[in-house]
């Protein structure tokens, strides 16, 4: 992230210590997670409580549960966070669908038919296995219906339909951006597969936000991408300044 914006949040005296403090802590990689407990030699066990605590809850398995890092936590991957996560995704497939207009695209019963023949040629995860097994002929439809992207952006002038993804990650490494951007292409995948082949007259792309847990941003690529979603050029600072605002916030 510009480091001009990452100042000035950090001085803004609005902001309250604690926001700062955590943010600080995130951006240092000491967030008291397990995983960094673990690593202070304070616990052993690495394994998510949230999730653990999830699973007890329904009675499922708590077996293979996931390392709980500071991204893990933040993510719908998270058991315990899921339902948090995913509801704040207000623009999801499946609210769109229910509208008039997405007929113009393609009716909801043609994508489901083609998703859940998509969707049947992704493994089923581990900590999926339950709801597989409760109902396996509904599961691929039900899956598929439950992605949830940040964000849908549909260019009628040029029957264009944008997937947005906004992502998070150790910014420690350098090819932090490359190893996000599969993640959320791979996460949606099934998404822009389907509508491909429900609507093969229309363009379906994929657009993902990324920034690194202490506070990078890669400008450049920002941009760019704005420029693939047609924002016009004297509205791209805008955009900028407040999607670092709203990162840095969200590390609090």
Not at 33 to 58: F, G
Not at 94 to 108: D, G, M, P
Not at 112 to 140: C, G
Request: net charge neutral.
């Amino acid at each position: 992230m510009d480091g001009v914006f990452l100042g000035k949040h950090l001085n803004d005296p609005r902001v309250p210590w604690r926001h700062k403090r955590r943010e600080m802590m995130a951006i240092a990689g000491i967030i008291p997670v397990v995983k960094w407990l673990a690593k202070i030699k304070q616990l052993s066990d690495v394994s998510c409580r949230l999730c653990k605590r999830a699973r007890e809850q329904r009675d499922a398995s708590t077996e293979n549960l996931p390392e709980e890092t500071y991204g893990h936590i933040n993510s719908a991957f998270c058991d315990g966070m899921a339902t948090t996560v995913t509801a704040a995704k207000e623009s999801g497939l499946y609210t769109l669908s229910q509208e008039e207009e997405f007929e113009q695209i393609c009716s909801r019963e043609s994508l489901t038919e083609k998703a859940a023949e998509i969707e049947k040629t992704i493994s089923v995860k581990e900590h999926e296995r339950e709801r597989y097994d409760f109902d396996p002929t509904m599961f691929y439809e039900h899956r598929f219906w439950n992605r949830r992207p940040d964000g849908i952006v549909i260019n009628k002038n040029h029957r264009t339909l944008y997937i947005l993804e906004c992502k998070q990650s150790s910014d420690r490494n350098e090819d932090f951006l490359r190893a996000k951007e599969d993640d959320a292409n791979e996460q949606h995948k099934s998404i822009i597969e389907a509508l491909k082949a429900a609507a093969p007259e229309w363009t379906f792309e994929q657009i993902n936000f990324v920034a690194g847990r202490r506070g990078a941003v890669v400008e450049d690529d920002f941009y760019n991408k704005l420029e693939r979603l047609n924002v016009q050029a004297g509205k791209r600072d805008k955009f900028w300044r407040r999607m670092c605002n709203a990162y840095a916030k969200r590390m609090t």
